[in-house]
């Protein structure tokens, strides 16, 4: 008799601890250490022979994403958060590769970042995609921050079946920084200062995440291109160029 009780026991227990494995958490499996996490992963999509979007008259989007990443990857470490890249040149990296990076951390969470492409010029704006739903607030929050840079366009947050994120055993998003296709948004992601802007939403996106708001500081540069355009008390002040 001592033995089936044991195993009763042991499966009892098991249950117990994916209940509360899955108390938290819509999918089983992802940790959600999207307010604990000690580490961020940042992946900048393409590389190598995989240009991903791409313009005649610009830079692919493997060029521009690798920017804004390694513009994230160095604002997040000025603010104390440990930071692994999937890729820091134009290298090929496959997405079982990216997935095997984020999921090697104990504490962490994903963000790749990605530009669009549409045959309809017309098609822009920001969107974040998520996977599992620890997933959702850094997502949304990443989003927000976005749309506090003048003139955006909101593409919304949406879930998505993306290896990088399906796959993924902690918080894991995917950012759309905008249409290459869209003359617009194409001409702004070919500005540096504008992916330097990129960069910074994410950044702040991802620092309140863990440490709630307040503790990130912009670069004065970029507080004066997010304050809003001067009131009628300031109209005799010609505004500098909107960007
Ligand atoms: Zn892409």
Redesign the pocket.
């Known amino acids: 008799m001592r033995m089936p009780r044991l195993v009763t026991r042991l499966i009892t227990l098991a249950f117990v601890a994916s209940l509360a494995a899955c108390s938290t958490v819509g999918t089983p499996g992802v940790k959600n250490t999207s307010k604990t996490f000690t580490t961020v992963v940042v992946d900048a999509?393409?590389g190598g022979k995989d240009s991903?979007?791409y313009r005649r008259y610009g830079p692919p989007?493997k060029m521009v994403a690798l920017d804004v990443a390694q513009r994230l990857e160095k604002k997040l470490r000025e603010s104390q958060i440990k930071t692994v890249m999937t890729r820091d040149s134009d290298v090929f990296i496959p997405l079982n590769d990216r997935v095997a990076i984020e999921n090697k951390q104990k504490s962490a969470v994903f963000v790749s970042i990605?530009?669009n492409d549409s045959r309809k010029r017309r098609a822009r704006g920001f969107e974040t995609y998520y996977h599992s739903g620890a997933s959702f607030d850094l997502a949304n929050r990443i989003q927000q921050k976005l749309m506090t840079i003048p003139n955006s366009s909101n593409g919304g947050v949406h879930t998505a079946n993306f290896r990088v994120l399906r796959l993924a055993d902690c918080p894991a998003v995917l950012v759309e920084c905008g249409y290459l296709s869209n003359r617009s948004e194409g001409n702004q992601a070919r500005d540096w200062e504008y992916r330097e802007l990129l960069a910074d939403r994410i950044a702040e996106a991802v620092v309140e995440q863990r440490y709630g708001s307040g503790v990130y500081r912009p670069s004065p540069e970029i507080a004066a291109q997010l304050r809003p355009p001067p009131g009628p008390a300031n109209s005799n002040i010609t505004p500098s160029g909107s960007r």
Do not use: P, R, Y
Request: net charge negative; hydrophobic share 30%.
């Open positions: 999509g393409h991903g979007a989007e990605h530009f």
